[in-house]
């Protein structure tokens, strides 16, 4: 009788690691790891732009700066991160107070949701980047997504559909995307 009990642990720890093994090679920490390189290699880009106009800067004797640019994206992102960040606030507030497991966890799947969310704009503004664009913002809300690129190129309806189609494969619920343009200096 003890040598079954312990023939009968061995074959589901051995089980239970074949099972664990499989899910760690067909895991989607995979994809992440390349899309970790695929945001190394944008900031790379970035770099190496920013090295080259503080080269020219200093060489013509003028100062070249796009931060009046770049501080309105970012002042756009601070505020849509302080929005997120009260609305997880009130969900956390709600939480706390003595309500049934199921609101509980509808208020959980809300809260997960924004974080999701968040991600999702920070890897498509990365993607977006990659495509050869200076800077992107990208503003989810609910179905409604828009985006805002600056660009030194010529907007053109063939860009904008590219943006628009990896905007639709990143967040599936998205049914209505607008691509904005605004001019890099």
């Keep these: 009788m ?3 009990k312990q023939t009968v642990w061995l074959l589901t720890m051995l089980s239970l690691v ?3 093994s ?3 090679i067909t895991s989607p920490e995979q994809q992440k790891s390349d899309l970790a390189a695929v945001e190394q290699k944008a ?3 970035a770099d190496q732009k920013q090295a080259k106009s503080e080269k020219s800067a200093t060489d013509d004797k003028t100062v070249i700066s796009s931060v009046a640019g770049d501080a309105e994206f970012e002042e756009l992102r601070m505020k849509l991160d302080d929005m997120r960040s009260e609305q997880k606030e ?3 507030l709600e939480m706390a107070s003595n309500l049934p497991a199921d609101e509980k966890s509808k208020i959980k799947d809300q809260m997960d949701q924004l974080t999701e969310t968040a991600h999702k704009e920070q890897v498509l503004e990365t993607m977006i980047k990659t ?3 200076d800077d992107a913002l990208v503003r989810a809300e609910g179905e409604q997504v828009k985006v805002t690129v600056k660009s030194k190129k010529k907007p053109s309806a063939t860009e904008a559909n590219k943006i628009i189609l990896e905007v639709k494969k990143e967040l599936n619920d998205a049914t209505f995307v607008s691509v904005a343009y605004q001019p890099s200096k």
Excluded: A, I, R, S
């Design 90 to 92: 009130e969900l956390t």
């Design 43 to 45: 900031k790379d880009q």
């Design 131 to 133: 495509m050869g664009y």
């Design 18 to 20: 074949v099972v664990l």
């Design 2 to 4: 003890l040598l079954k």
């Design 22 to 24: 499989v899910y760690y």
